[in-house]
């Protein structure tokens, strides 16, 4: 047993990590292979039961941890609600009328990118095959477009649940993190571009009709109004980092409610979606697995101090730690709260002890990035599947052609 205690820190954090990966195949329970991964990390690096539920009760009644939980409902809530009133079926109709097809293929997958809808590339699927008036573009090609260009923005896109929780685990700024990934989304565009979009002939189909830029005001509002707030009302943003933004959300769902009215019935079916609530659930425990990655060990120390002091001793870079370890949790899990739930409180940490802002950042990116290829090429993905469904592509023959893109990022 003292053997077992005392194997290397590194080792027991990447055995709990590959136990996650292990229990979510098996069991199909992202929360549930957390959780399993959790206690294994807790017990092994020495904690008692009583010190476990400690750590993990201040973890999850931290003000800011609640204030993410509430962020995830209404984000998944707001994107019901566009969808029940037609608000971005509105807005990618827009499109076809204005831009050749060539362009409405990246255009119309990267609006709906915009929000994040679980299995959204199922929703912007028939809008890609819409465009190929002539169907003189094969569905495989048609398939990678849309799912690519469906997760362009997810590298900083702050409605994101996955980067608001890496700005929470690195302890960044949100514009801090939106800047740095902004270059990430062009490397991205132009990648598809090349590999993929070049490859359909450009033609132009006109339909005419007015260019509706009043779909994007939700979008529009959440951004202004989480802006706006954190500058004129700075105080709020001392109460909690997400306060700002969740008065972003909530002034777009009031909008759309007042423009577009849904019944009590549909708002039923949005509020008490199981999968909304599995999705906080997945939240909650992510942030109680961080907690002990950067509790206080029993007998001293940090776990995460060890873990540095480990990978120094055994000569293996840490830029190779800091690729490899997103990408797996990304590929395994298929979700970006997975991903960054399970890499980020190891990775950032390999930062170093008082890391600098540029250091912390560039590497909270490189690590998003990482991660979110191995989402991209993970055969768990949901808009990887649907899209495959849709097209009645293999998903084999789809995963070959991502090879490209995913090197451009």
């Known amino acids: 047993m003292e053997t077992l205690l005392s194997a290397p820190a590194l080792l027991k954090v990447l055995v709990s990590l590959g136990l996650i990966l292990l229990t979510n195949r098996i069991s199909k329970s992202l929360p549930l292979a957390i959780v399993t991964g959790t206690v294994l990390l807790a017990f092994w690096a020495g904690h008692t039961g009583e010190s476990f539920l400690h750590i993990a009760w201040n973890r999850l009644s931290e003000r800011d941890n609640l204030f993410l939980i509430l962020i995830i409902f209404l984000l998944i809530w707001?994107?019901?609600?566009?969808?029940?009133?037609g608000i971005m079926s509105a807005l990618v109709a827009s499109f076809q009328s204005k831009v050749s097809n060539r362009s409405s293929m990246a255009l119309l997958p990267a609006m709906v990118g915009l929000l994040p809808m679980p299995g959204g590339a199922l929703f912007s699927?028939?809008?890609?095959?819409?465009?190929?008036?002539?169907?003189?573009v094969s569905p495989l090609l048609k398939g990678r477009i849309n799912y690519w260009f469906r997760h362009i923005w997810e590298y900083w896109w702050p409605l994101y649940a996955g980067v608001l929780l890496a700005v929470e685990l690195s302890g960044l700024e949100i514009y801090h993190f939106v800047i740095a990934g902004v270059p990430v989304t062009l490397f991205s565009a132009l990648g598809g571009w090349f590999f993929l979009l070049r490859k359909v002939e450009k033609k132009t189909h006109r339909k005419g009709g007015q260019f509706d830029l009043s779909s994007l005001v939700p979008v529009l509002l959440v951004v202004t109004v989480y802006i706006l707030t954190d500058l004129i009302f700075p105080v709020l943003g001392k109460v909690s980092k997400y306060l700002p933004i969740t008065c972003g959300i909530l002034t777009a769902i009031t909008y759309l409610q007042i423009r577009k009215p849904l019944p009590w019935a549909a708002?039923?079916?949005?509020?008490?979606?199981?999968?909304?609530?599995?999705?906080?659930?997945l939240v909650a425990v992510i942030r109680v697995y961080g907690a002990f990655i950067e509790a206080p060990l029993p007998a001293g120390g940090f776990l995460v101090d060890l873990m540095r002091?480990?990978?120094?001793?055994?000569?293996?870079?840490?830029?190779?730690?800091?690729?490899?370890?997103?990408?797996?949790?990304?590929?395994?899990?298929?979700?970006a709260l997975g991903m960054v739930g399970a890499a980020f409180p190891i990775v950032i940490h390999l930062a170093g002890a008082d890391p600098t802002t540029a250091q912390l950042l560039s590497t909270a990116i490189l690590a998003y990035a990482a991660g979110h290829i191995g989402q991209l090429v993970s055969p768990v993905h949901v808009c990887l599947i649907v899209t495959n469904e849709y097209f009645e592509t293999s998903l084999g023959s789809s995963l070959k052609g991502l090879i490209g893109p995913c090197l451009s990022i």
Request: with cysteine; aromatic share 6%.
């Open 78 to 85: 707001m994107s019901g609600q566009m969808s029940k009133t």
């Open 125 to 136: 699927a028939p809008l890609v095959d819409d465009c190929d008036t002539e169907k003189e």
């Open 267 to 281: 708002w039923k079916k949005i509020i008490f979606s199981v999968k909304t609530l599995n999705l906080a659930i």
């Open 309 to 335: 002091q480990e990978l120094e001793q055994t000569g293996i870079p840490v830029l190779t730690m800091v690729l490899i370890i997103p990408f797996i949790a990304g590929f395994t899990t298929g979700i």
